[in-house]
């Protein structure tokens, strides 16, 4: 089951936690200015003298449709890829990056009957930029940003508890719905 309302990813500014798979010669530092007006975003260095990532593996379908988003800016000239990737596709989105602060979405359909999708960034070589708030949600389009820790919006355990979904007029454009969500 995939949280309709959330995001998927797990610790969504921790891009060190062990969720991320990150290619071996990026460099975090966290604590960085981020766009809310805290200290949460991470400068990420791509030190390697090849192409850079910063991904997370979801076990989600592959024939779903998926926004990933993320805020970047860089202080160079550095520029990211935003990314999705499955057995048999990828769908990609160049962002070139400015010293503002911007959000990046990539709307994802691959179309592709597989079990699992890597979601992340992809950084040039020697780009430093700034990361912060990368989600993913299983919907056309971005919304607002909702931080995630130890836990995401995939649960591979929960189902809908019934077939169909019984809607209730109360009064003109008002409706009513109940929806069970069992989990075993």
Not at 47 to 65: C, D, E, K
Not at 91 to 101: E, G, P, R, V
Not at 142 to 149: H, I, L, N, Q, R
């Amino acid at each position: 089951f995939l949280d309709p309302v959330g995001t998927l990813l797990l610790h969504s500014e921790e891009f060190g936690d062990p969720a991320w798979s990150n290619s071996p010669l990026i460099q975090l530092t966290p604590g960085v200015s981020d766009p809310l007006g805290t200290t949460r975003a991470t400068q990420v260095v791509n030190a390697g003298s090849a192409a850079g990532s910063i991904a997370q593996t979801l076990a989600v379908p592959g024939n779903m449709r998926y926004t990933l988003s993320v805020w970047a800016k860089t202080t160079g000239i550095s520029n990211v890829t935003i990314s999705a990737s499955t057995t048999g596709g990828t769908a990609t989105q160049s962002i070139t990056l400015t010293s503002q602060w911007q959000r990046a979405s990539l709307d994802v359909e691959l179309g592709l009957n597989t079990d699992s999708v890597v979601f992340g960034v992809v950084l040039d070589v020697g780009a430093i930029v700034d990361l912060f708030g990368m989600q993913v949600e299983a919907q056309p389009g971005a919304s607002d940003y909702k931080e995630t820790g130890g836990s995401g919006g995939v649960y591979a355990q929960a189902r809908f508890a019934e077939d169909e979904l019984t809607v209730t007029a109360k009064g003109t454009d008002v409706f009513d719905a109940v929806i069970r969500i069992m989990a075993s």
